[in-house]
């Protein structure tokens, strides 16, 4: 009580010590609300914007883009010069290198603040002025503080001159306005000090219109399409002995001619004119003013006040808000670089949560308990959305996803073609692992739920078709119609999961299994990879022993068998194969053994004599080099986007193509020493890689009848290898982050990856499941942002541009593709292991699993700040990952043994283990580390919701630091 | 004036609202002193604090530890858990991960500092109070809050009993105490809200002495010895319905048992208990004044304060320079990383200079005018310090130092060995290479003026002798002869060159040529390396025809020559050679010439034919795999440095190892592979590496009477270029930078290098000069920094450990390194090739010109923020950076003619061509970009001190923004 009679007084002092009272008043009010808040919970200056605020919340206000200009004197002549902008971030002038600064948040002074608070207490308030040109708004602002009796009429023309001076720019070059200046010198006496009364505003430098300089400004693009400029002008004159300040706030937004770097309409003007001797005082202000106007919360309120107390609540709740750094722990020097993320206004000072944002899965995969109730959902979600999957194909950015994700197509088609044809002796090759993946893929695209998921080759599905191979060879069992049968027995299996909905087991799938799956893929071939390598080791042996002096001694020579012992059987032979009427004679019989080549050699039964027959030269450590050069290419070339070197836009086009380039770089390099590397087998013609298999698989014939049935059982394993395979790409590709909007099907996704089984079993092509690696840059090659971005700040994800088309088109290229054979024919499989070694350590290094692993070699010190270390002990995330070691260990174990063929079983078996966690880790630890199981998640998402409930009456005590900003701690009134 | 009357009423209030006041009172002294520094330019808060921080300028306060607890339930007991700590930045609790934060940045709440300031009005303040125990101190503060009317006295027992709870510190497990707790919960009932009378303060849970937990605490030795303890207790309470506060300073400082987590005395105490509902608001206010106890200026002023009012002022001070973000702009959920560097409390805010710090070269490069004026005052400066040169170097540190500058040396030994034998057909080896390392290294680090510069062969010298063996070679000159009169002579300018004081030149030596000679040193590395490399191509040339099956057609046979036409030569060359006596009888000719290497065959006259005599398999290729395998390997480790896994130690370890581990690494891949690449040739024995040189060569004899005179011209070249060479390096090593506090001795140096390049002509040993990236690879490995640095704060560099011992060590080391000459022939020289790859990339990694080409490439808001960009167009900088390279690419094209051999006297061009630059360039763009050029370096230096004297007088109007934080501006009086 008494406290407010104490400011009672104050505030109803006389007129001469308004600008103390107010000052007096400003610090009362945070005082009061210290005091008030115990019982009242809002300070008055709060109380008062929300009341402005709530006025028509409707209605949001423009972006603003500030320019701060000072008064500069060029050549004798004053000037206004920008010295700083705004959009988002500050970017100041480098006076010295004529440049712009590097966007950077703005570091301000408390002083500048409390000072730029004074400024308008005291100064020309002027809202919502009718505004048509600057000289008018001018007049109108020197007449009122005439009329005020805050400056004297003398002063009217001196000041109207200074601020109708000329304004430059930052994008104007000097040198132009130095020869510009020249002429008009002369015309002009310029001098500042000189003005009499005959410099009447008619003299003003500004012009009506924008100038071209304005309007080709390419700056223009980062600035949103409804901006308006706030116009800061600070400087220091001769003639005032004290500040003249004027806030305006026009009716209607106005392009004042050249005030403002950018043709954008003016709304504010902050003017501060003020006396010789603190010009850098005046700059700071000016940055002050220009800062708070870029505020999200406090542009608002310049919008909305109704009066002065409005702006200066607005400050108030500014400097409530702001953040303070101890002046000995941070050079203010260094410009701080703009966060990766700002707090939105409502959402600013929201602490870390308890629990991380749960892990959801939508509604699409819930058990619907009707026979295809899902597939009907998935196909009823889907259908409204045809006509813009087609239309909303049509965009630029279509065609480089289109051509990224076309080239990650064919190598992988090539890669996985090549290895499938080595795993299944030519039965299926590089042809049919094109024509495969035209097939599958473009009808896939056209007819599934999630348009963007790229079918492809996986490595569960070929190590599967290595095994059978295998096996059917080692049985003496037809591999093609083997398969084709499993192929159909598989079909039938995933439209009985697509019937029963079985597809919502999805939702226990957490990271755990996701990354335990994919991790494990990624060890197998990056582990492929090596193998093969080593493999052209021991394909070409290297003659370690070989001395370059002594090569006359190195020789290799077909030597004839002996004939007596071997004549009989020769003779046998003699008449079997056509090359026999090579041989002329049987006394020419030496001769010509010295002519045959290695492998005839040896197919005639002759025997290879001299030190160098086992050798291969060169070939192994090219091979080596060509293996290794395209995988460290590769991935100096995804490394290059972060570079600082080139454009943005030239990075990331080499960063995209990292792996087209490097792969052309070695095929030229191959190319260019000629040496016979081992190079893909390419068909040169439209046939079957394999001769003697044509392009359709008889069911019958073949193999005995029990076989058709027996194959239900690895066709069993088949389904549930890519079910798996298919929807964990999928979940990964619906996760919420991408922000997709049309819905998913996992049903109807399923549906068609059993239709293209059976199809491509008949056709003796590959089988086809949802590639994870390529479905995510097929995302991120869609991803829209926003535009224009204010610089400094990140572009904001809009989401990603779902249609239909890219998909089509990819396939469609990839079909055509076939007509490369006889280029293709070119690539060594060296450089293709190097590409495989690169998709298996690059999709290791976005897997949670891989970071916690490295956090076993690091010191606890120079451990990354991730969100839940923060929040769980570190040995439990230790205690975690070993786990998820142990069970991969396991699994890699089984993997190499006769349970292989059982592989995508034991993915099951992750899951469980995964639910067994339950019982060691709690449940707030696991949610950080991993993700909650659907049935506890439910629960505590219920709890959530009550405490949230709950935390709306009465605020958290024991909770995060949110309400430290809002509330207030103070001494009792004593 | 009203304002004072104002003020004055206030402060004259009763005492009831005495808070009241002081708020009012602080917000009044903001606003006070904004309106009186129009005249007086000190606040009153600065002039307080002034007055009492003079009062004992001399003794320097200790440095603080500040350990914030809260007050926590624990298993229904309460406790005091520690919650964050300071030394200089802080380190939070994770309270999920039970660890420690990263150090960071305090970001305080403006608001937490306000309330802060209202507890210090309000609260209990206790200034040297005499505190023997925890106990007895809280009776102290209870007392007085009772006397003054803040507590009933019936609190006294139960705030008693809060106070005195145990405090439990992160360092422990919680699995210990968790233990511990439940055999003492049974004996005392722990409930809080249930405390009578009867808990008196011999119930406190605080030892007397420090715990061994607290002794045994390595964090020890991140606090500076002389460190004392403040620690902040905050916590609610459910039986206080106002805060209770109190700050308290020690008489002396004391420690008070289990207070604080090491044993630190304790000298501050801050509590602050208050009703519940608070907590995090508490929380914030502990953060507040825990961040500015450890502020330099406010722990100074809470030292000296003599009242609470001292204290309010240093907050006020505090307050003032403050660095505000704003709060859309920044996330205050980051935590910020420390910087860098932070400013001192007395430069804080002195923001970049005008002109960047002077070049300056000492006056030790002063032109002394007297006949070995310079040779003088070396001596004589240099002669005190040799007893301290002889004991400094006793230190565990110089072991690493000498362990790792050996290995440099001896790799630049043998790799300079190798590279001299090959240019000089072997009359300089790697055994003449061991020797004169060792000789010359250890006499100059015995006597010279700058001891930590290691001697090495350098490129220029290399290159100098190379051209010097081809010229002698082509025109019949004895090389070791001319050799011998050329140091001769070289020799003697030298010594003419160090009485007439001419190193004084160097100063006119600007980074613009010192940048210019390195990088082409660096450039003629990696182009030899990469020639070297691609020679080996050549040399074993890759059958790119081979084709693996026909391994039977590739032969390479010597045939005899036509013995018709032959005869009577081999008759007459038959009874030359010994070897003839393998051949035993003339027609077993063709027998014998299969069984001949290649040379023989050469040699006796026969010819290769076949298709692989010109090819050599696999070592081209092994031997690149070599040479790019240790070049990128020692990149990798290099970088390794910077990585986040394993201890720092071991990190640094493995950096400053890096080229060992690399070489080791390749040769035991070498040695694994057992492939004859090119290995470095080692004499086996003790002796010149060319049979029939000796160790002495004797002046005359071999060559004409005038090449003894002739050979002082090309000595002149030498002088030239080992002056430049030399004393470039020790400018670069006696840089200001390194803060050398012995002083140099560039003429000493030039002496005994003079006296070494006789020695060495005489012994036949290669020429030794100062090697740059050797010496200072030497400081750095000396490099001293203050051992206790705050966790955060970057250890501060303290000088190098200037001695003559590592050198001297090293060198003893390297002469006994000739008796590894049977190990060092197991090295490639591919390998070799690859570390002088590196050796070349990384001395150009560390010039500014440099970063400047790289310029070029970079968009201009992608560039990083260098300080000359700042200052400098980028116009500018590109067409300094153009000038460089020009004058490279000139000098590189004359290296390549025969104006080679002039080569040192080019680098003067350089010098030249800096001058011209001066009408060019403004001088402060030169200043930025390079250094200024002495004359107008004084000239320029005279000028600033005028500019600062002026300068103390009043303050700059048009300079940086340092007197916007110390003035103020304001609305005028009205």
């Known amino acids: 009580v008494f406290q407010r009679l104490c400011l009672g007084k104050i505030v109803n002092l006389a007129k001469p010590i308004r600008c103390m009272q107010r000052r007096v008043q400003l610090n009362t009010n945070v005082v009061l609300r210290n005091q008030i808040q115990f019982d009242f919970t809002v300070s008055p200056a709060a109380e008062r914007l929300r009341y402005i605020l709530n006025e028509d919340d409707d209605m949001p206000t423009p972006t603003l883009f500030t320019e701060m200009d000072t008064l500069q004197r060029e050549g004798g002549e004053l000037e206004w010069k920008e010295s700083a902008r705004w959009v988002k971030f500050e970017e100041k002038v480098e006076e010295g290198g004529e440049r712009w600064s590097k966007p950077h948040v703005s570091t301000l002074s408390l002083h500048s603040l409390f000072e730029l608070r004074t400024c308008l207490q005291t100064g020309t308030v002027l809202l919502d002025l009718e505004g048509y040109s600057l000289p008018q708004i001018i007049d109108d602002i020197i007449e009122r503080q005439i009329e005020e009796g805050m400056i004297s009429p003398e002063l009217r023309d001196k000041i109207s001159f200074v601020l109708l001076r000329k304004h430059r720019h930052q994008t104007k070059k000097p040198i132009h306005r130095s020869l510009a200046d020249i002429g008009k010198s002369t015309s002009s006496s310029s001098e500042c000090p000189a003005i009499g009364n005959d410099y009447s505003r008619s003299m003003n430098d500004i012009a009506d219109s924008p100038s071209s300089d304005q309007l080709r400004n390419k700056f223009m693009k980062k600035i949103p399409r409804d901006a308006e400029a706030s116009n800061v002008l600070v400087g220091e004159v001769d003639f005032l002995s004290k500040p003249f300040v004027a806030f305006v706030r026009l009716a209607q937004a106005t392009t004042l001619g050249g005030l403002t770097e950018v043709p954008v309409p003016t709304r504010f003007l902050f003017i501060l004119l003020g006396p010789h001797g603190k010009a850098k005082s005046y ?31 607005g400050i108030d709740e500014f400097l409530d808000e702001v953040i303070v750094l101890p002046p000995g722990e941070w050079d203010p020097k260094i410009r701080i670089e703009p966060p990766k993320k700002v707090p939105t206004a409502d959402k600013r000072f929201e602490k870390d949560e308890e629990m991380p944002p749960q892990h959801e899965l939508g509604e699409e995969l819930a058990f619907t308990g009707r026979f295809c109730g899902g597939l009907y959902l998935d196909i009823k ?125 999805i ?107 086992k050798f291969v030269p060169d070939l192994a450590l090219i091979s080596f080099i060509l293996f290794f050069g395209t995988y460290s290419m590769t991935v100096s070339l995804k490394k290059f986007k972060s570079s600082r ?61 029990w076989v058709y049935v027996a194959s239900s059982v690895p066709a069993l394993l088949v389904t549930i290898l890519i079910f798996m395979d298919q929807q964990i790409s999928a979940v990964i590709v619906n996760r919420k982050e991408n922000k997709l909007k049309k819905g998913c099907g996992y049903h109807l996704d399923l549906f068609w990856v059993g239709v293209l089984m059976a199809v491509c079993s008949f056709l003796g092509l590959p089988w086809y499941v949802a590639a994870t690696v390529i479905s995510i840059a097929h995302i991120d090659s869609l991803k829209m942002e926003s535009e224009s971005s204010a610089p400094g700040e990140q572009p904001q994800f809009l989401g990603v541009r779902e249609q239909r088309m890219t998909g089509i088109l990819v396939f469609a290229l990839t079909g055509v593709s076939i007509f490369l054979a006889p280029v293709l024919k070119y690539i060594p499989m060296p450089v293709l292991y190097g590409v495989f070694l690169y998709m298996g350590v690059a999709s290791l290094s976005g ?128």
Request: charged letters at 25%.
């Open 283 to 313: 700059n700071e202000i000016g940055r002050a003013i220009a800062t708070l106007m870029v505020d999200d919360l406090f542009s608002d309120v310049a919008y909305k006040a109704r009066d002065r107390e409005d702006l200066i609540a």
């Open 381 to 505: 979600r889907k259908l409204p959305w045809v006509p813009s999957d087609i239309y909303e194909g049509f965009h630029l950015q279509s065609i480089s996803a289109v051509l990224f994700i076309y080239l990650g197509c064919i190598t992988n088609a090539i890669t996985f073609g090549g290895l499938l044809g080595d795993a299944t002796d030519n039965y299926q090759g590089v042809m049919e692992s094109f024509l495969g993946t035209a097939l599958a893929g473009s009808v896939f695209c056209l007819f599934s739920g999630q348009p963007l998921i790229i079918l492809s080759s996986t490595g569960p599905i070929l190590i599967f078709e290595k095994l059978l191979f295998e096996f059917s060879k080692s049985n003496g069992i037809d591999y093609m119609e083997l398969r084709l049968w499993i192929g159909m027995h598989s079909c039938l299996q995933c439209f009985i999961l697509v019937a029963t909905d079985a597809s919502f087991i």
């Open 507 to 613: 939702k226990y799938m957490t990271r755990f299994t996701e990354e335990g799956f994919s991790s494990l893929i990624s060890f197998i071939f990056i582990s492929d990879a090596i193998k093969k390598m080593v493999g052209s080791f021991k394909y070409y042996p290297i003659n370690t022993d070989f001395k370059p002096d002594y090569v006359t001694t190195y020789k290799c020579e077909c030597l004839a068998p002996d004939l007596s012992e071997f004549t009989p059987w020769l003779r046998s032979w003699r008449f079997k194969g056509s090359e026999i009427s090579a041989f002329p004679r049987m006394n020419d019989w030496c001769l010509d053994w010295s002519q045959l080549s290695k492998k005839e050699c040896l197919k005639y039964g002759g025997s290879l004599v001299g030190n160098t027959c």
């Open 645 to 705: 070197y080139f454009p943005t836009k030239l990075r990331k086009l080499i960063s995209d193509f990292s792996i087209f380039m490097s792969i052309m770089t070695f095929v030229g390099l191959d190319m260019l020493l000629g040496l016979k590397t081992p190079k893909l087998i390419v068909p040169t013609e439209f046939k079957p890689t394999r001769p003697g298999r044509g392009w359709l698989v008889m069911p019958f014939g073949k193999n005995p009848w």
């Open 847 to 974: 897997i949670q699993f891989w970071d916690r692993i490295k956090l076993y070699m690091m010191p606890s010190k120079h451990q990354p700040d991730f969100p839940y270390l923060r929040h769980v002990p570190l040995r439990k995330v230790h205690l975690f990952t070993l786990v998820q070691i142990a069970c991969l260990a396991v699994l890699w174990t089984l993997k190499s043994t006769f349970l292989a063929i059982i592989f995508p079983v034991m993915i099951l078996g992750l899951m469980v283990v995964r639910k067994m966690l339950d019982m060691v880790f709690s449940q707030h630890d696991l949610a950080w580390i991993d993700d909650l199981l659907p049935g506890k998640d439910k629960k505590k998402k219920k709890d959530d919701d009550k405490k949230k409930g709950k935390e709306k009456k009465k605020p958290k005590l024991d909770d995060s630091e949110e309400e430290v900003r809002n509330s207030s701690f103070c001494c009792p009134p004593q």
